[in-house]
C-alpha cells in the first residue's frame, strides 16, 4: 500500500512539473493589464528593467509606465550570469499572445548585458525572453 501511494505521489509531482509553462493571460499584453503599469521616475530620464538573476526567470518591473521619448535600460547582472546570451531578448507578444502596438522599437539582443531604447511614440509595447517565455520571462513598456 505504502508503495502504490508513494507510485500516486510521484505522478503527481511529474504531472505538477510538466504543466509548469506559463502563458500571459488573455486580454494583457504579456501579463500587463492598464492597471499593472509602474510609472518610471518623474524626472524623465532612462527608466531601469532588470532581467535574469539574482531576481530569477523575470524583468523588474515587469509592467513599466514611461513618457514618450523616455529611454528603457535593459540589465543583467553580469556576476550572477545574466546577460543576452542566456536570455535574449525579443520584442512582442510571448508564446503568440497579443504583442501590443506596432512599430516596437525593441530589437532582438543576443550578446551584451545592457540594451538602452529610445520609446518615441505612444503605445504599449511587449518583449520577452526567447528562451524563458514559457516560464513567465515577460514584459510591457506602456507609453504615454
Do not use: W
Not at 10 to 27: D, K, N, T
Not at 38 to 44: E, R, V
Request: proline letters at 6%; charged letters at 10%.
Amino acid at each position: 500500500m505504502a508503495s502504490r501511494l508513494a507510485f500516486l505521489f510521484s505522478l503527481a509531482l511529474i504531472a505538477g512539473c510538466a504543466a509548469s509553462a506559463m502563458s500571459p493571460a488573455p486580454g494583457t499584453v504579456n501579463g500587463c493589464a492598464n492597471g499593472d503599469f509602474g510609472a518610471a521616475a518623474a524626472d524623465g530620464g532612462t527608466a531601469r528593467v532588470q532581467y535574469g538573476d539574482p531576481i530569477g526567470l523575470a524583468y523588474s518591473p515587469k509592467c513599466l509606465s514611461i513618457a514618450a521619448g523616455q529611454s528603457v535600460t535593459f540589465f543583467g547582472d553580469t556576476t550572477q550570469g545574466s546577460d543576452f546570451t542566456v536570455h535574449p531578448l525579443r520584442p512582442g507578444g510571448a508564446d503568440g499572445t497579443d504583442p501590443g502596438a506596432s512599430g516596437n522599437p525593441i530589437t532582438a539582443q543576443v550578446g551584451g548585458s545592457t540594451y538602452t531604447v529610445v520609446f518615441p511614440r505612444a503605445g504599449t509595447y511587449g518583449y520577452f525572453c526567447q528562451e524563458h517565455q514559457s516560464m513567465g520571462m515577460y514584459g510591457a513598456v506602456q507609453v504615454k
